[in-house]
């Protein structure tokens, strides 16, 4: 059974302080923003991002080497308050597609909420992220997938196969696609039937 991983808590702040020195230096000019430096800093999402910032960000998300890297860096880019999609540490059809930026406020929920140590499971190029006990019931997995350039988080599948009742219960949909059976291998899953969606696969029990 795959070990839990708590959250890193320096990941970006790191990174960011890199390229931030770099600018410094003259390496890639000025205009990063200082309070991204800080976990506690009061950013308000995206639109508060300076273009620097942003161009920063496309250095520093990108493919990782490990699914956990991934997770780690999302998380912390969202206890800031922002949630950037169009980055390469995202799959190409996620990037693109038309959805409107959450707010700072419910990205910080969203990250409290994703808090904790979480579990990775791979299977070749596929890997999840996972809870375990009555969190797995109401927090779904991230799905990850191994690129060229390295991982990435493959979140229009996640939108594609995993769907939520209405008391916030996950369930995957049924079908050949690759994520399937890693959840499978980790939780016990019972098959159902939704009404809106058709046959679907529900946590019977949780590691």
């Given at each position: 059974m795959p070990a839990l991983r708590r959250r890193s808590a320096i990941g970006l702040t790191l990174a960011l302080g890199l390229l931030a020195g770099l600018a410094a230096s003259g390496g890639c000019g000025g205009g990063v923003d200082e309070a991204l430096l800080d976990p506690e800093s009061p950013l308000e999402g995206i639109d508060r991002l300076t273009p620097?910032?942003?161009?920063?960000?496309?250095?520093?998300?990108?493919?990782?080497?490990?699914?956990?890297?991934?997770?780690?860096?999302?998380?912390?880019?969202?206890?800031?308050?922002?949630?950037?999609?169009?980055?390469?540490?995202?799959?190409?059809?996620?990037?693109?597609?038309?959805?409107?930026?959450?707010?700072?406020?419910?990205?910080?929920?969203?990250?409290?909420?994703?808090?904790?140590?979480?579990?990775?499971?791979?299977?070749?190029?596929?890997?999840?992220?996972?809870?375990?006990?009555?969190?797995?019931?109401?927090?779904?997995?991230?799905?990850?997938?191994?690129?060229?350039?390295?991982?990435?988080?493959?979140?229009?599948?996640?939108?594609?196969h995993i769907i939520y009742d209405p008391s916030n219960r996950w369930y995957a949909l049924d079908g050949d696609y690759p994520y399937l059976p890693i959840l499978k291998s980790v939780y016990d899953m019972r098959r159902v039937t939704s009404r809106s969606h058709g046959a679907a696969w529900k946590i019977a029990t949780s590691p």
């Open positions: 620097a910032t942003r161009a920063r960000l496309q250095q520093i998300l990108v493919p990782q080497p490990t699914p956990e890297d991934c997770i780690d860096l999302q998380l912390e880019l969202m206890h800031r308050g922002i949630y950037y999609r169009d980055v390469p540490m995202y799959d190409a059809a996620w990037r693109r597609a038309r959805l409107r930026d959450p707010p700072s406020d419910r990205v910080k929920a969203m990250a409290r909420e994703q808090d904790g140590p979480f579990a990775v499971k791979r299977l070749g190029d596929h890997a999840i992220s996972y809870f375990r006990g009555t969190k797995a019931e109401v927090e779904g997995p991230h799905f990850l997938r191994r690129t060229a350039d390295g991982w990435i988080i493959d979140a229009s599948s996640v939108m594609k």
